[in-house]
């Protein structure tokens, strides 16, 4: 059964390598190995390890061999069938279940080799030092973090998301990993290692991951603090035979130069888009470089924006992008030349309609702008770029200080007067509440031209109306990166606004599930239709008199009665914005508005092809035997009983009878580990379900569980292989189990699913429409965790029909995947058990819906079972 090895670096400092030891111990190590690397110490280690004898392994070297033979001696010392995790001596573990979560992440896809984990600095220091990180193909400098910023804490990048690369500090690999690409490449003494390794597991389509749901603390450089210039040296000898293996390969991905022209600072909208895009799109192969339209400093640690300021343009780049009013700005000069438009009315400016001729092709948020632009005169050709949400900043579990009195707290945004009516929003959360209501205001006045007007604005009418409580948030600067804080500590965000450009606070303020209470026009108008309280509205000319240009004013009375209405249903109306964030974020992701401008952005033709990317790895193309372990999956009432049966004819174990469960429902037995059963329902209980209720919510404590009882039970089996398990819910929970088999097959059992709902209902007066989408989902949720591992489907509808004729199918299916000691049983033994069911319900009558057709069609024709 598969373990894990932890391997852990040690050169001198005991102190530092004593305190990883005892911190790594008091966590959850669930079937692991410990080995020590004694890297040559000529300190206390070699003797302080041996009051760990009984718990570590250690490899000791008579001098330092460096990082990368180290660890490539502690990778050979590992149990031939562990997955492993390199350790640095500087890392303490302060989250206990760090070790089944980046088990989880290397799972939870078949491509998924390698992990790595969010970091921070020391006890003290709440920045992260590594969030996943990239190399710069010019410079060759390695950043940690994708965005180029080092961040300090704000439940950022939680989620588990694809990387370039991730620094070996700590480095989760899988064995099939290791067994595709091998180990640590000795060219290298230290640095340079791990991008190395992850660039080449990208070229055998091994994703390299970042599990977001850890959090591990790292004293850097703790080995080699002491010597001066060493480190350096290190880095300076490995950048060298790094840059003759990758530089010119990573340059030549580069699909060409990109200019974008922009501003970081004001306006809001268009510096948010540039901070978060320019990034993003020079990850996906597009060599960025970045002018500012506006005087401004831009953000000293955002490394990312920096460099693509600082390098070198072509006098016509492939592509110029501008992004900012129009009025700012000079002549776009690419060979493809590109704008991102927005109006804030339903006409937009004529500038737009002048200096269209410079471009060649603008994108706009939404139909309402395009429209707005075509109003204007606009006669180019004009494209949708949907804008997303960021998701890694933007959702409910961002750290946030909520107000000590528990007043349910509006937050409102104001940049422009006009636009932002700031006013009205103040004026009538005075008139909605009095200073005896538990409610709050606050208004986040932004840096620039305006602020000292809406200050002025707002301060006046405090002065004039007494009432509830509001607070003017000016002259406050933060980083754009903490701004989900003060989100998240609101309950409601509130807007006036007038314009109908794109507000990223109103879709960031879903994503973190709270209430939004706004204008439903413009390019808000579909969001707040679908997750808002919708203030009612009327068209007014805007502030360009003789363009006939309108905007909307949000009525008062209408603004009232929302803010009265969101304080007084806040329970409810709380909990379905945080049901429906997470659903929103996902379907409306800020790297999905990336793809897309890169598409926009090479429509012109002037950029290289997208390269080609090499197919995602999988196990099964490994040329190695199956282990023997075999898991049915397969629905209730699908006949995955009289295949357990049928395999336990052919010389695989179940386990012995007496553990095995027999029920009135199958006299013949289940062939069905009766603890394995217990397990499977004990894990569905832990959060609210059962096997007819499979709740999709998870739980990082039922996981480890099931898995520690999952795991006594299959080593009970594994003297006696070929084993095989089944249980029905094993179709919900055979992800949970992936790191505990070593190199397994998956069956699945497949019946048609109106007999099954047919069973169903006989057995459990289970309604037919009911039925069927308990056969669709324990289906998809079966196939989608075996994806990519060597498995194989058995027809039962066939088995029945023919029995001699699919139980050889199988003999030989199973002998070709190198399943060793099966043996085909007799045709009179295979008649004697696969035989007519007594128990096959009468007429019945269900019609599939279109996805379960779609299903049951690529079931049947194999298609599921090809590569995605």
């Known amino acids: ?285 597009l060599h960025m470089t970045y002018s500012a339209l506006a005087p401004e400093l831009t953000d000293a640690q955002d490394i990312r924006l920096q460099m693509a300021a600082q390098r070198h343009m072509p006098a016509v780049p492939e592509v110029s992008f501008f992004c900012a009013p129009p009025e700012m700005g000079i002549r776009p000069q690419g060979r493809f030349r590109v704008a991102f438009c927005m109006s804030e009315c339903d006409r937009a400016p004529p500038i737009w309609a002048t200096r269209s001729h410079e471009f060649d092709l603008l994108l706009v948020a939404d139909e309402f702008q395009k429209s707005a632009l075509r109003a204007a005169g606009v006669e180019i050709p004009i494209g949708i770029l949907p804008l997303g949400v960021d998701q890694d900043y933007a959702h409910p579990d961002v750290p946030s200080v909520r107000n000590p009195d528990r007043r349910f707290v509006f937050l409102a945004f104001a940049e422009d007067l006009r636009r932002d009516a700031p006013d009205r929003v103040v004026a009538a959360f005075r008139r909605a509440f009095c200073a005896q209501d538990d409610v709050e205001l606050i208004l986040h006045v932004a840096p620039g031209d305006d602020q000292a007007r809406i200050r002025e604005r707002v301060e006046s009418l405090l002065a004039e109306h007494q009432g509830a409580v509001v607070r003017v948030l000016a002259d406050t600067g933060f980083p754009a990166y903490q701004r989900m804080q003060l989100m998240c500590a609101a309950d409601c965000y509130v807007s006036a606004r007038r314009g109908a450009g794109w507000d990223p606070l109103a879709a960031e303020a879903v994503a973190c599930g709270r209430m939004l209470l706004a204008p439903a026009w413009g390019s808000q108008q579909a969001l707040v239709q679908g997750f808002g309280l919708a203030v009612a509205h009327r068209m007014v000319p805007s502030n360009e008199p003789g363009h006939g240009q309108r905007w909307a004013e949000a009525d008062a009375d209408s603004l009232i009665a929302q803010m009265r209405a969101a304080s007084e249903g806040r329970q409810i109306l709380l909990a379905n914005a945080r049901h429906k964030a997470a659903r929103f974020a996902q379907e409306n992701p800020l790297d999905a508005s990336a793809d897309a401008l890169a598409r926009w952005l090479a429509s012109g033709a002037t950029l290289k092809p997208a390269r080609t990317l090499p197919a995602p790895h999988r196990p099964q193309d490994l040329n190695l035997a199956v282990s023997g372990q075999m898991v049915i999956l397969g629905m209730h009432r699908s006949g995955t009983s009289s295949v357990g049966g049928l395999l336990k004819l052919l010389g695989a174990w179940p386990g012995e009878d007496e553990r095995l469960l027999r029920g009135a429902d199958n006299p013949r037995g289940h062939f069905e580990l009766a603890d394995l059963h217990m397990a499977c329902v004990r894990r569905l209980q832990a959060v609210g379900a059962d096997w007819r209720n499979p709740l999709a919510e998870s739980s990082a404590a039922a996981t480890d569980a099931f898995r520690r009882e999952a795991a006594l039970i299959l080593q009970t089996l594994e003297s006696r292989r070929p084993w095989f398990i089944k249980e029905p819910r094993l179709c919900l929970l055979a992800r949970e189990l992936l790191p505990l088999l070593t190199r397994p097959v998956f069956l699945h059992v497949i019946r048609d699913p109106v007999a099954v709902a047919a069973s169903l209902a006989k057995r459990d007066g289970m309604p037919a429409d009911e039925a069927l989408a308990l056969w669709e989902h324990y289906t998809r949720e079966a196939f989608a965790a075996s994806d990519g591992w060597p498995r194989l489907t058995i027809d039962y509808d066939a088995l029945r029909s023919n029995p001699i004729a699919v139980t050889r199918k199988l003999h030989c299916e199973l002998a070709a995947l190198g399943i060793a000691g099966l043996h085909l049983p007799s045709d009179a033994a295979i008649g004697e058990w696969i035989r007519p069911d007594a128990n096959t319900p009468g007429p019945f009558t269900a019609s599939l819906s279109a996805s379960q057709h779609a299903l049951l069609e690529a079931i049947r024709s194999g298609s599921i079972l090809e590569r995605a």
């Open 1 to 285: 059964m598969r373990g894990a090895a932890l391997i852990v670096l040690a050169w001198n400092q005991w102190p530092t390598t004593r305190r990883c030891l005892d911190s790594l111990f008091e966590s959850d190590l669930d079937h692991a190995q410990v080995i020590v690397v004694d890297n040559g110490s000529e300190d206390e280690t070699a003797q302080a390890l041996a009051a760990y004898a009984s718990r570590v392994r250690v490899v000791r070297h008579a001098q330092n061999l460096g990082f990368v033979r180290g660890m490539n001696a502690g990778i050979a010392a590992a149990r031939a069938d562990d997955d492993v995790v390199l350790l640095n001596n500087d890392l303490v573990f302060p989250q206990r279940d760090w070790l089944n979560r980046l088990r989880d992440a290397a799972y939870s896809h078949a491509e998924n080799g390698i992990v790595g984990c969010r970091m921070r600095g020391g006890e003290d220091d709440p920045r992260l030092y590594h969030l996943g990180g990239f190399i710069d193909a010019h410079t060759l400098l390695g950043q940690q973090t994708e965005s180029g910023i080092q961040e300090t804490e704000v439940g950022q990048f939680t989620r588990t998301r694809r990387v370039q690369g991730i620094a070996f500090a700590l480095a989760y690999i899988r064995r099939d990993c290791l067994t595709r690409i091998g180990v640590l490449d000795e060219i290298f003494h230290s640095y340079y290692e791990d991008t190395d390794y992850c660039l080449r597991a990208a070229d055998a389509g091994i994703a390299c991951v970042m599990a977001g749901n850890v959090t591990l603390q790292h004293a850097q450089h703790g080995s080699t603090r002491d010597d001066g210039g060493f480190r350096e040296r290190l880095r300076t000898q490995s950048r060298t035979a790094f840059a003759k293996r990758w530089q010119a390969r990573l340059l030549d991905q580069q699909r060409g130069t990109v200019h974008w022209q922009g501003v970081t600072r004001q306006p809001h909208a268009f510096a948010q888009l540039t901070r978060s895009l320019v990034w993003r799109l020079d990850a996906r192969d």
